[in-house]
């Protein structure tokens, strides 16, 4: 089973699920008020499209950034699998600050509060990874998520995160011996 740690930014994936609706709403209007085989063809094909661009935020919208599962950090970085990090690989979560790489402005001029996941420096395999540039970055043994793309980011959750990572590495390690 896994463990949720830290969410999605529900706010912005709602807001984009509002294009889908339109078109979908909009193809449906039209659909239903034509009987032209024509435009009955290109309002299927928006309602197909709409419907897809539909299932494609809300599947972002049920993806957690960080979760847990089996003695491994989750981290969903990637538009596929997320990548899976044994525990006794995480060693602490800190807030950082940096680009919010949002649609439609220039890269680096605005900033956002980032999570950041340290790695032990002697796994050196977890030490670089490629992952979606908006959601995050895999360098030096930081995993940083860009806070544009979770829940909000406050000491609270960080120190809820620090608790929980101790709390399962504590227990795998207590299962390892």
């Not at 525990?87 to 402005?105: D, I, S």
Request: include cysteine.
């Amino acid at each position: 089973m896994t463990e949720i740690w830290l969410r999605s930014n529900r706010r912005v994936l709602i807001l984009g699920l509002v294009p889908g609706l339109v078109i979908c709403g909009a193809a449906i209007g039209i659909l239903l008020q034509t009987s032209v085989p024509t435009l009955r063809y290109l309002s299927t094909a928006a309602l197909a499209g709409g419907a897809v661009l539909l299932g494609l935020v809300f599947r972002q919208l049920l993806r957690p950034r960080v979760a847990y599962s089996d003695g491994n950090v989750l981290f969903y970085l990637r538009a596929n699998e997320p990548i899976a990090v044994p525990v006794h690989v995480v060693e602490a979560f800190f807030l950082g600050q940096g680009p919010a790489y949002l649609p439609g402005t220039v890269e680096d001029s605005q900033e956002t509060v980032n999570l950041v996941a340290r790695l032990s420096q002697k796994e050196t395999e977890w030490q670089r990874l490629e992952v979606k540039p908006a959601l995050g970055r895999w360098c030096e043994g930081y995993v940083t998520i860009r806070g544009t793309w979770c829940e909000p980011l406050t000491n609270e959750v960080i120190r809820r995160l620090n608790r929980r990572l101790s709390e399962v590495s504590r227990e795998v390690a207590g299962q390892a011996s």
